[in-house]
């Protein structure tokens, strides 16, 4: 009888586990599929079945392992920095050498934005995407990215880029109120929020297309 009650309690307990990991699973899944399908309709005009196809390869590759949540995270930023580089101008002194683009903290984030850019072109200046565990050196960034689990370090980041010509791009509501010049925004009609003030103030220009697709607010500075 013990062992019957034994085993009675290991099945329980091997049934709640798997119902818990089916519902990561599916809220993974579904956080993906969100994720995916507002990264491409934002830049993109796809077709029903070609977003279909990418959402779905999309799938594919994160259940297989081949696509982790971070590796999620740096894919759709990456998308979004690329646009950045065709609706953001910088000052004529910018226009010249590598095209370096900083990410703050994580470095899974930081491996897949260089694995998709680098190489890549902005007019004639190459990309070329490197990490930043601190902010020394970012003021010689054309872009910084802060991912949001490191948003406490933004005034750090502005303080370091303080009154250069160095576009800084975060996540979340609000953090364009706080200084930077464009956050990713999780939802919603408006793809961005954005700080045109503080941008042009150091010598960016947001493009119009850039700005239809986004919330104005003011606030921080650097």
């Known amino acids: 009888m013990i062992l019957g009650y034994a085993f009675q309690e290991n099945t329980l307990a091997i049934s709640c586990l798997a119902k818990q990991r089916l519902r990561c699973i599916l809220a993974n899944s579904l956080l993906l599929v969100v994720a ?3 990264a491409i309709t934002t830049f ?14 999309s799938l594919v590759l994160f259940h297989t392992g081949r696509f982790s949540i971070s590796a999620q995270q740096g894919l759709f930023e990456s998308l979004y920095i690329l646009k950045m580089t065709a609706l953001v101008r910088f000052p004529a002194e910018r226009l010249s050498g590598e095209y370096l683009i900083g990410v ?3 470095p899974d984030i930081a491996a897949q934005i ?5 190489g890549k072109k ?3 200046q190459t990309i070329k995407v490197r990490l930043f565990d601190e ?6 960034c054309h872009i910084i990215f802060l991912p949001d689990q490191y948003s406490k370090k933004l005034q750090r980041v502005l303080d370091a880029v303080r009154s250069k010509p160095v576009l800084v ?6 953090m364009a109120r706080e200084g930077s010049h464009i956050s990713i925004l999780p939802s919603g009609d408006k793809k961005f929020e954005v700080n045109k003030k503080a941008a042009e103030a150091v010598g960016l220009k947001m493009q ?6 986004s919330t104005v607010v003011e606030g921080g500075g650097q």
């Open 122 to 124: 902005v007019g004639e």
């Open 208 to 213: 119009d297309d850039l700005l239809r697709l």
């Open 114 to 118: 260089e694995r998709s850019l680098t």
């Open 135 to 140: 902010t020394s050196g970012l003021s010689s």
């Open 44 to 57: 993109f005009r796809v077709s029903m079945k070609q977003r279909l196809l990418i959402v779905l390869l």
């Open 104 to 106: 703050v903290g994580s």
């Open 169 to 174: 791009i975060t996540k979340g509501l609000g």
């Open 36 to 38: 995916v399908n507002r």
